[in-house]
């Protein structure tokens, strides 16, 4: 609808005057919503007089007219013009949390594996057989036994545990099955990665020796061989930085060797060893 402004040169239409209201203060001056009519009734032909009594002209101040929004405004209304952007920073931003915060975990979880995998699942040490030798009893009476001397070289293969061989490991000498000497493992130490020579000395067993073994053992020259076997459980006792104790364990080891003479105390000629966890 158009707005009928009185002309400039005071000259009076003969139209009817529009309604107007005096400029509203303060907070009047946000117009308060009206109440539409209700739709019960029929507006299909509203009267010219309806229709003009619901007409307000709103007149506003001048000085609060901006051209542009203020800079609290503007942000405001960035924000809201912008809203997919930022929404799709968050989801990217979400997502990278989400595969850091997983590669982290992971790589948790493979130290912890690691750990354990080096605590709880050791080497067993390596035996071999360096030198056998025999020595005759001091006293002389008839049934004093002879005596036995074993040189191992053992090695721990663990590069982060040590190892403790404890004095309570049985170890029996053998020839073909027969028993020629018994004695008990030494308590010996011995660091991680590393090798080292350990004596084992056994008590000759009662009874008549066999005739190779008697033989072996009168021969000075080397050329009576014979071969031996010895079978030990040795409990150790594992240990980690600090000589903490970590676990214990036993190890069965089983050698089977032969000598050139074992009256001349030479060097082993052959031997297989094996060792493991019980």
């Known amino acids: ?61 001048k000085d609060q007219i901006f051209s542009t929004p203020s800079p609290e405004n503007a942000i405001i209304a960035e924000r809201h013009r912008l809203p997919q952007k930022k929404d799709q920073r968050s989801c990217c931003n979400r997502w990278l949390c989400i595969i850091v915060a997983l590669i982290l975990l992971a790589l948790i979880i493979g130290i912890i594996v690691w750990t354990f995998h080096i605590l709880f699942t050791p080497k067993v040490p390596l035996f071999t057989v360096v030198n056998v030798t025999v020595k005759k009893p001091l006293s002389t009476h008839k049934k004093a036994h002879l005596g036995y001397q074993i040189t191992f070289e053992t090695e721990n293969p663990n590069g982060r545990l040590s190892i403790s061989y404890v004095n309570k490991g049985d170890a029996t000498l053998l020839y073909k099955n027969h028993k020629i000497g018994t004695g008990k493992f030494p308590e010996v130490d011995q660091d991680a990665d590393s090798s080292r020579s350990i004596e084992l000395g056994l008590s000759g067993s009662s009874g008549p020796l066999p005739d190779d073994v008697e033989t072996s053992i009168q021969d000075k020259r080397g050329k009576k061989h014979v071969s031996l076997s010895i079978r030990m459980d040795v409990p150790v006792t594992m240990k980690g930085l600090g000589g903490i104790k970590l676990r214990r364990k036993e190890i069965n080891v089983v050698c089977t060797f032969k000598v050139s003479s074992l009256g001349a105390g030479k060097d082993v000629l052959s031997q297989k060893c094996q060792s493991k966890f019980k």
């Open 1 to 61: 609808m158009e707005e009928r402004v009185p002309n400039e040169s005071g000259d009076k239409s003969d139209e009817p005057p529009l309604h107007t209201r005096s400029p509203p203060s303060g907070s009047d001056l946000i117009p308060k919503a009206r109440r539409f009519p209700s739709r019960k009734k029929s507006i299909k032909h509203p009267s010219p007089e309806a229709i003009e009594s619901e007409t307000y002209i709103i007149q506003i101040p």
